[in-house]
């Protein structure tokens, strides 16, 4: 079997579709937890599975450096590795080189920096990225790019623009042919929009499985971020998967799916789960907030997670007090699951043509 | 239904029984995972269960502390708060006023002491510790006692053992009758076996549904727990539970159950396990050595936990190397089923007759 994506519904903008993997079916629009050291932070893979995630994005910079490639491929994979058996997309490293190393230089090669962990000096070209990734057995592989900060210096956006093409192009080749597998290429052009059809051209002439828009959610405002996603997605491929990379909050994901997005990843739900911040249908809620002590009711109770619907906030808010592992775990679960929950009831919406309404009762309080 | 002891069989020394309680079955000997704060440190409610834990230990000085009796009361009690629905048993905070808080002073009434978190002056006495005990709705509540630390001073440890008893008498009328629940009585007397004979013997004219040893496992050579422990247990009643607490080491439990106990709880199978060292049937092992990187085997294949046959030392070293949560929550997991595990094995060596073949195979490995 293959991999490949098939489109089920249009409703307005949004889209309900399939990714099906030799590793499973991912309905979209989905939500992938972000798992950057081959664990989603604070979770078994038993509690992530019970959260209904279908797939999740594990980081090639931070695994490339730590523990390396060669633990990871000696067990034949990530999947084998961190012992989680759905699909795993993998980013390309891009995006880290950038937020992350220190003294990074680019040149048409690639990129050379040095290890945010140790100092250490490390290159990574477009087929070194390749070639961690398949060593990874990353079932979604993201083409090598330059991501730029966010800036409206639009010459330095067209030339990292067009590096990336190239890379993507290098990337494409690297990858080889492997059915099983899927290799998306990533748009970028910052928030100019011309830049970004013209990205998005040369991308499909290459040719990739899926779409992603990079350089988006890099601090620019949300009214911008949706604008370019509105203006590009227009011309994308219908057939292919759309993955806004690094999003977002629940406000966000709505309003991309309107969008015609198909794919979401974020550290959002895991990095708050630690810090006693949970979402809910009613908007945010700090959990360390002392009115939490008199609140005997769970976080959910609809929400089918043992820490969405068994757990009072009464009981978290002491957890988070004592400062005990449990809250980091309990808040996190329950929050993936939240994410789960939204992206189920929106791919349920847009099946039954009524994302519009569901969009209208819910953007607001989940945008705020 | 009412809480029981029946004895199954002896073996030399070591012997198998139930503690029986409306909550569910206690077979004995049993290992108590400890749950401070009303949560074993990083384990989840689902992640005891899988354990095959039978009962859990909280600590009354603790949560009188944090989150209070109120917020645990108002919902019914332990059960309820941390939604682990077999038996608790409680401490009565008599160690906990000794070992952990500031400026304690001892009177006939009870412990006057500043709280280790914030310096507040409290007060408990057998009534008070009694009443949070039952509160807190604990199945096994035992007397509140004085523990004095370790010492050969043995005027000192007739004082303290002569208060304790007095407290013990106490204890007894404030906990009244309560079918459902069970109240032990902690023998004291330090390392001096005539003072824990007279000790025993007051609590036994008390009379109780079972009897711990304390004031043991707080520094003396492992030689001179063993001798108390077997000179006292002789003049114990065996139709009651016998309970060592604080202990202890995969070595102390074998050696302990020898020597007639049927209860243990201790925090260092949690403890150690998120310091990333695991418990197996070779020994304790440091999984931040090095040599993990290159093992690719799971903790113990035949232990049936996932922590203990999903995950490849590999992975765990990893997951320590970056100060993962998940290396918490699976190298302690790993270590209470590794503990239960033991536990299962003994009680099975009791049954056929075969402890001392069990210990004679086991006690020098697992107490290294």
Redesign the interface.
């Known amino acids: 079997m293959s991999s490949k994506f098939s489109l089920i519904n249009e409703d307005n903008g949004a889209r309900l579709g399939q990714i099906i993997t030799p590793r499973g079916i991912i309905d979209t629009p989905t939500f992938m937890p972000v798992g950057t050291?081959?664990?989603v932070?604070?979770?078994?893979?038993?509690?992530i599975n019970q959260t209904n995630s279908q797939i999740i994005l594990c980081n090639t910079y931070h695994l490339y450096l730590?523990?390396g490639t060669e633990?990871i491929e000696?067990?034949g994979g990530l999947h084998n590795?961190?012992?989680f058996k759905k699909p795993i997309l993998t980013d390309s490293g891009g995006f880290q080189v950038m937020s992350l190393s220190k003294n990074t230089k680019i040149t048409e090669d690639g990129a050379t920096f040095n290890s945010h962990i140790d100092g250490k000096k490390i290159f990574i070209s477009p087929e070194i990225s390749i070639e961690i990734q398949k060593k990874l057995n990353s079932d979604i592989v993201m083409v090598f790019d330059e991501c730029p900060e966010y800036t409206k210096d639009k010459k330095r956006i067209k030339e990292s623009m067009d590096l990336s093409t190239r890379w993507a192009k290098r990337s494409k080749t690297a990858f080889g042919s492997n059915p099983n597998k899927m290799l998306f290429g990533i748009v970028q052009g910052g928030i100019f929009n011309d830049l970004r059809k013209e990205s998005l051209n040369y991308l499909e002439e290459i040719g990739f499985d899926g779409y992603a828009l990079g350089g988006l959610a890099v601090g620019e405002p949300q009214i911008e971020m949706f604008d370019t996603v509105e203006q590009i997605s227009s011309f994308m491929d219908k057939n292919k998967p759309r993955y806004l990379m690094g999003t977002g909050t629940p406000g966000d994901l709505l309003g991309a799916v309107k969008r015609g997005i198909d794919m979401f990843d974020c550290v959002l739900p895991t990095r708050t789960g630690?810090n006693g911040l949970a979402f809910t249908w009613n908007g945010k809620i700090n959990l360390r907030n002392a009115k939490y002590?008199?609140d005997?009711t769970p976080l959910d109770p609809d929400v089918n997670c043992?820490?969405s619907n068994?757990?009072?906030k009464?009981?978290l808010?002491?957890?988070i007090?004592?400062n005990?592992?449990?809250a980091?775990?309990?808040v996190t679960w329950h929050n993936v699951a939240f994410f789960q929950n939204l992206m189920a009831k929106i791919r349920n919406a847009i099946k039954i043509n009524k994302f519009e309404e569901f969009y209208n009762q819910h953007y607001e309080t989940l945008n705020s």
């Open positions: 050291a081959a664990t932070k604070a979770l078994s893979v038993d509690q730590r523990p633990r000696r067990v590795f961190m012992n630690r002590q008199s005997d043992p820490a068994l757990y009072s009464n009981y808010n002491h957890l007090n004592c005990e592992i449990l980091s775990t309990l």
